[in-house]
């Protein structure tokens, strides 16, 4: 079993800042893509941005310039860490909830498996 989990969203006002986290627990053997989507109200879920295990990343362009992913690859393969989406400059139209996605494979079953997190609200102010 494997859980993913994010943290961090709120409300703040537009031009400030916010940091989510994400964070993976269970039967990991190791993961590669993690990326963040996010889904407006009655808009299609979307992706946000994406970080490869080696660290290249890729960004939708409403984002690029003001969001920034990371991650940590290390700390135990039981609790990971892995990934945070710093995002600046925020505008209205950012709000939504967002969600991790990890492609992990399993320490147990060794397969290659993508698992979601629960979401996290971020509301932008006008």
């Known amino acids: 079993q494997v859980q993913v989990m994010e943290s961090g969203g709120g409300l703040v006002q537009a031009g400030g800042s916010l940091r989510l986290s994400c964070a993976a627990s269970?039967?990991?053997?190791?993961?590669?893509?993690v990326g963040w989507y996010r889904q407006a109200p009655g808009k299609q879920r979307e992706l946000v941005a994406v970080i490869t295990s080696g660290g290249s990343t890729n960004y939708a362009d409403s984002v690029k310039g003001r969001f920034t992913i990371s991650r940590d690859n290390a700390k135990s393969t039981v609790s990971l860490q892995m990934n945070s989406l710093q995002m600046n400059s925020l505008k209205p139209e950012d709000t939504a909830v967002y969600y991790c996605n990890a492609e992990v494979r399993s320490s147990t079953t060794w397969k290659l498996l993508n698992y979601w997190g629960q979401g996290t609200q971020v509301t932008v102010s006008s």
């Open positions: 269970g039967s990991i053997f190791s993961i590669n893509n």
